[in-house]
Nanobody, 128 residues
Framework: QVQLVESGGGLVQAGGSLRLSCAAS????????MGWFRQGPGKEREFVAGINWGGGYTYYSDSVKGRFTISRDNAKNTVYLQMNSLKPEDTAVYYC?????????????????????WGQGTQVTVSS
C-alpha cells in the first residue's frame, strides 16, 4: 500500500513558476513508476508527465513539453513537477500517481487506468 500526498499548488500569474511535490509512504518507492496528471474544469483527467523507477526516462505531453520537468528523489520518496512559463490553460487539479512494476522498465504509462495509487490532488490556478 502506498499513500501519496501532493503539495505546492497555488495561484500564480501567467509566465510564472510552481514546483509540485508528491511524497510517498512506504519503503519500496523505487519499485514504482510515477506520473503526474491533471484535470481542468469540465475536462477529463489527462497525462502530464511520467518518470520511470530510477529517473532515467521521462515523458511529457505535448502541451507541457519544454515547460515542465518531472524528477524524483528515491532517497526522499518524492517526485517533483517543476512548472515554468505557466499559462492559464494549465489551470487544473494536479494529481500524482504510482504504478507498481514487477520488473524495472522504461516506465511509460500515459493512461490513468494503468496506475495503482493516487494522491488527493493539489489545485494550480494560473491567472492571465
Amino acid at each position: 500500500q502506498v499513500q501519496l500526498v501532493e503539495s505546492g499548488g497555488g495561484l500564480v500569474q501567467a509566465g510564472g513558476s510552481l514546483r509540485l511535490s508528491c511524497a510517498a509512504s512506504g519503503r519500496t518507492f523505487s519499485s514504482y513508476a510515477m506520473g503526474w496528471f491533471r484535470q481542468g474544469p469540465g475536462k477529463e483527467r489527462e497525462f502530464v508527465a511520467g518518470i520511470n523507477w530510477g529517473g532515467g526516462y521521462t515523458y511529457y505531453s505535448d502541451s507541457v513539453k519544454g515547460r515542465f520537468t518531472i524528477s524524483r528523489d528515491n532517497a526522499k520518496n518524492t517526485v517533483y513537477l517543476q512548472m515554468n512559463s505557466l499559462k492559464p490553460e494549465d489551470t487544473a487539479v494536479y494529481y500524482c500517481a504510482a504504478k507498481y512494476e514487477h520488473s524495472r522498465s522504461s516506465g511509460y504509462y500515459p493512461r490513468a487506468y494503468e496506475y495503482d495509487y493516487w494522491g488527493q490532488g493539489t489545485q494550480v490556478t494560473v491567472s492571465s
